[in-house]
């Protein structure tokens, strides 16, 4: 059994990151600017937007906070994106969600300049994702996609099982794998809640995704002997931190997995970095 190690890879992409932003800056380029609005006091949001934060300024980029008091208007809200989406040294915006209530999340993603939409969370990046255009990919399923690639499991004429349709997740993840490419070219099936026989869908997979957010959901006898299984699920219970696989049954039957922790989760802030580098690149010309 391998062991996908994200937390590595993930180390890997931003120390590349890094480099490449190092060195265009030592030509007299500007350096990559993040905004990252936070709004209310989430305890979570707010680990989430510090760790963003962390891993910006040790790439590079330049991360600049905006954090507002729950009691922000939605006009308000709208005022600050339309002012970002103006601002050229902002490369990418990112919204960190769940806002607080009465708060229009979808109103504000549609908002951000879809050439900013680092998250890619506006309709057109998902348009475009769908229709095979080039443009931002939302950052997990991304992160994905590249643990196979840097992993070298092609899922090229496999069976994959996707497990949950979230638009963050789920549903992009399901288009990532039936697109043209070696780590494309899936037969996909996607599983939700109202799927009658989920554990037979994944037994017949060569590839299972699990992002639902129920501990230890997929277990041993839904594995098919050497498939490859990634966990997607942060849950928390009461013996730590654990994944929507039943990891200590199920690695015994796969022939590659990903842990929790250190699997999916550090990849998503490190696409999160390579999406900021991406529009950087576009908007400036360096590509
Ligand atoms: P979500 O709650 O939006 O969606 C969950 C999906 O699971 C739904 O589509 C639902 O149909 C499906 N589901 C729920 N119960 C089911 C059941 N009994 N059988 C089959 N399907 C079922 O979740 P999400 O935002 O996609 O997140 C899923 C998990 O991934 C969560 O644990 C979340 O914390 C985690 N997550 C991790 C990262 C990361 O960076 N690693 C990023 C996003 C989400």
């Known amino acids: 059994m391998k062991l996908i190690d994200g937390k590595k890879t993930a180390q890997d992409i931003r120390a ?8 265009r800056t030592a030509q007299g380029v500007r350096a990559p600017g993040l905004a990252v609005i936070l709004v209310g006091e989430d305890p979570a949001s707010q680990v989430y937007v510090r760790n963003k934060e962390r891993a910006c300024q040790e790439a590079g980029i330049r991360s600049v906070p905006y ?8 006009e308000e809200l709208m005022a600050l994106i339309a002012a970002l989406n103006a601002d050229e040294r902002v490369d990418g915006i990112l919204l960190q969600l769940p806002l607080p209530k009465g708060l229009d999340a979808d109103r504000c993603l549609l908002a951000i300049d879809p050439a900013k939409d680092v998250d890619g969370f506006h ?22 996609i590249e643990l196979l690639a840097r992993y070298d499991l092609p899922t090229e004429g496999k069976k994959a099982v996707v497990i ?29 809640s109202r799927t009658p ?44 931190l654990c994944g929507d696989v039943d990891f200590e049954a199920v690695k015994d039957k796969c022939s590659a997995i990903t842990p929790v922790p250190g699997g999916v989760g550090p990849m998503t802030i490190a696409m999160l970095l390579k999406n900021t580098l991406q529009s950087w690149r576009q908007r400036l010309g360096l590509c």
């Open 197 to 240: 026989d989920l554990a037979k869908e994944c037994r017949e997979a060569d590839f299972v995704f699990a992002a639902i957010g129920r501990p230890r959901f997929v277990t041993a006898d839904m594995v098919k002997l050497g498939a490859v299984v990634v966990d997607v699920g942060i849950n928390r219970t009461e013996q730590g």
């Open 67 to 74: 954090r507002l008091p729950a009691s922000t208007s939605q």
């Open 123 to 144: 309709p057109e990046s998902v348009g475009r994702l769908v229709q095979g255009l080039p443009g931002f990919v939302s950052c997990t399923p991304a992160g994905i």
């Open 16 to 23: 590349e990151i890094k480099e490449e932003v190092a060195s």
């Open 164 to 192: 949950g349709r979230s638009n963050i997740v789920g549903k992009p993840l399901a288009v990532l794998l039936a697109r043209p490419g070696r780590f494309g070219n899936a037969t996909v099936t996607l599983c939700h």
